[in-house]
């Protein structure tokens, strides 16, 4: 993870990109792995 915070902030993102970035990847990963989770997330905003 550190490797990656500073290959990001090398390339030019900002710290508050690169820990969104990576909220949304660890958020994204776990929706993934627990389809049913994802599913009542979007019943829940469906309605």
């Not at 994204?28 to 979007?42: E, F, G, I, Y």
Request: charged letters at 20%; proline letters at 2%; a negative charge.
């Amino acid at each position: 993870m550190l490797e990656l915070l500073g290959d990001a902030q090398v390339a030019g993102w900002t710290k508050e990109e690169i820990l969104a970035a990576m909220i949304e990847v660890a958020e994204n990963t776990n929706l993934a792995m627990h389809p049913n989770d994802l599913l009542s997330v979007k019943t829940e905003l469906a309605s």
